[in-house]
């Protein structure tokens, strides 16, 4: 158990339409990252929070949105959602200073039909 | 921009049959390498941390080394149950967030 949670953890859901992942870091760690893994894909790096502070954007698309709030949990939310937007999206916590490694959620599996 | 490459892709070995995984990078001012393991479905889990050139970890049947241009996964007579997608990645010190390679996918047959 890494220590962050992700719910929920399968999602279904038509297209058109708009989600919230939740992420709960690990006790501790200030910083917040999302990423997605489409099917046999990499991970892409979608943006980090720092202590509810945005500190680094990927490539994420303007219909998606995130934010870390006050008890350092974070939230994605996904709109308009399109058929190509299915995908695994994971959470990833690390702790304040920049070497620290980042502990990884189980994911939240999107499906947009 | 840092990069990170993985080879091979994939990689099949009978069990007891040691073998390498290599992880090449390109970083302006390397704060950390990474090495995680996946399961299919699941979330990364981590397995090691490498600072500096010439640095080693070791766990169990995995060993971790580091050049200042790569790093390589050592499997040690591996096991079906170490079958898993091995991913690198790297922090900058010019980056904020870790730059995963593609990974490589490892099947040890029984």
């Known amino acids: 158990d890494s220590g962050v949670t992700q719910t929920p953890k399968h999602l279904i859901t038509a297209t058109g339409q708009r989600v919230t992942l939740r992420c709960s870091p690990r006790?501790?760690?200030?910083?917040v990252y999302w990423y997605q893994q489409s099917l046999d894909q990499g991970l892409q790096f979608l943006i980090q929070?720092?202590?509810?502070?945005?500190?680094a954007k990927g490539n994420i698309l303007e219909r998606f949105s995130a934010q870390q709030f006050p008890d350092l949990h974070s939230e994605l939310n996904l709109s308009s959602l399109e058929l190509g937007d299915s995908a695994l999206y994971f959470c990833?916590?690390?702790?304040?200073?920049?070497?620290?490694?980042?502990?990884f959620g189980q994911g939240t599996r999107l499906t947009v039909v | 921009e840092d990069q990170v490459t993985q080879s091979p892709e994939a990689l099949r070995l009978q069990e007891g049959e040691s073998s390498s995984l290599n992880c090449s990078y390109t970083v302006s001012g390397l704060r950390g390498l990474f090495w995680y393991r996946q399961d299919p479905g699941k979330g990364p889990e981590f397995l090691f941390t490498?600072?500096?050139a010439g640095e080693e970890k070791e766990k169990e049947r995995l060993k971790a080394t580091l050049t200042k241009k790569e790093s390589f996964l050592h499997i040690t007579a591996p096991k079906p149950e170490d079958s898993a997608t091995y991913l690198c990645?790297?922090?900058?010190?010019?980056?904020?967030?870790?730059?995963f390679g593609p990974g490589t996918r490892l099947s040890v047959l029984p």
């Open positions: 990645a790297v922090r900058g010190n010019y980056g904020q967030n870790f730059v």
């Open positions: 929070y720092y202590n509810g502070e945005e500190r």
């Open positions: 490498l600072y500096s």
């Open positions: 006790s501790g760690d200030l910083s």
């Open positions: 990833a916590s690390s702790g304040g200073q920049g070497r620290a490694e980042a502990f």
